[in-house]
């Protein structure tokens, strides 16, 4: 059964945690990830970035990663770049798929073709979660397909295989990619078309330097140590964090293509503040996914549980913890 159309419920425009995602993590969501069409009834799909460019003229491969990013931090997708596989997590469950045996057979179908270990995991604690919201489904005692779910809820889920964050932060020709020209909050990862890269552009990841959570905790910031690193021996007092150096000199201020040595000292100083910058924001999130961890009444994402161990519907943050909420995933 081929898909010919995505269900988008009306609600998300009340959804107050998927508007605080960035516009373009919204769109790479509503416009791209849940119409493609090999998203199978799993909510699984090809995870192919590269291909994705060709969605828009000005959708370069470090952009869509970025809010792929996003997307993953608020698990709204999951993603396996081993097995190059995406999951909208909660496509089974918002599209009532197990309400009738029909397209529970298709979701059990789909189930067998999904590569990945860690979606197959997450696919049976959404089949799980729906069998506990909507016991009085016909599919859950149906002859045909009762079985096979009863064995698919039966094998292991992420408590099991628990999932692991695969999305880094994008670089091209061996430098970070520059999301906007300026970031005045240093925790937070913001999407712009200030600076694009070509798509022609060689563009890896760089596993030893992870985009920042997108939300942080206000308990015990690490400060940035010594703010950026000056390549002429001398700077004065140390910068202001939120308000970092200049990319090029004061003779260029919007950059030029001649060789300029104050414009490349420039822009190691930017370069450095940078990296001293996500140096702090890292340690800040590690700070607060070790609070969360140790938290009683959430999972290790922040999400406030039932009393029954599970996450609450709707899903909210927990209180136990100060969120910035402007800027979460």
């Not at 390549?231 to 950059?255: L, R, S, V």
């Not at 190691?268 to 140790?294: G, H, I, P, Q, S």
Request: contains cysteine; glycine residues 6%.
């Amino acid at each position: 059964m081929a898909r010919e159309h995505a269900r988008i419920w009306l609600d998300i425009n009340s959804d107050d945690d998927f508007e605080a995602l960035p516009f373009d993590a919204q769109g790479l969501y509503t416009r791209v990830i849940l119409t493609l069409e090999d998203l199978n009834y799993c909510g699984v799909a090809d995870w192919r970035p590269r291909k994705l460019t060709t969605k828009a003229p000005d959708l370069p491969l470090a952009r869509i990663l970025t809010a792929a990013h996003h997307l993953e931090a608020g698990r709204y997708c999951l993603f396996d770049l081993n097995t190059e596989e995406v999951l909208a997590r909660s496509f089974i469950r918002r599209d009532e798929l197990l309400r009738n045996p029909k397209m529970a057979a298709a979701v059990i179908k789909a189930y067998s073709g999904i590569a990945s270990k860690q979606l197959r995991a997450a696919v049976v604690d959404e089949i799980r979660r729906v069998r506990d919201e909507h016991p009085e489904y016909s599919s859950w005692s149906h002859k045909d397909v009762g079985p096979a779910l009863s064995k698919i809820m039966g094998k292991d889920g992420s408590a099991e295989v628990p999932y692991t964050d695969q999305i880094p932060i994008p670089v091209t020709n061996g430098q970070t990619v520059p999301i906007t020209n300026r970031i005045s909050n240093p925790d937070a990862v913001q999407i712009s078309n200030a600076q694009t890269v070509p798509n022609s552009e060689s563009i890896g990841y760089a596993d030893s330097v992870p985009i920042p959570s997108t939300y942080t905790s206000t308990s015990t910031p690490a400060p940035l140590e010594g703010g950026y690193v000056s390549t002429e021996g001398h700077q004065g007092d140390e910068p202001d964090p939120t308000n970092p150096p200049p990319p090029h000199c004061p003779k260029h201020p919007g950059g030029t293509d001649r060789p300029c040595r104050a414009c490349g000292d420039a822009r190691e100083r930017a370069d450095a503040w940078d990296a001293n910058r996500r140096t702090a924001a890292e340690a800040r999130r590690r700070a607060f996914l070790a609070e969360l961890d140790a938290c009683p009444d959430c999972d290790e994402h922040g999400w406030a549980l039932d009393d029954d161990g599970t996450p609450t519907d709707p899903a909210r943050r927990c209180p136990n913890h100060t969120w910035q909420e402007t800027t979460h995933a």
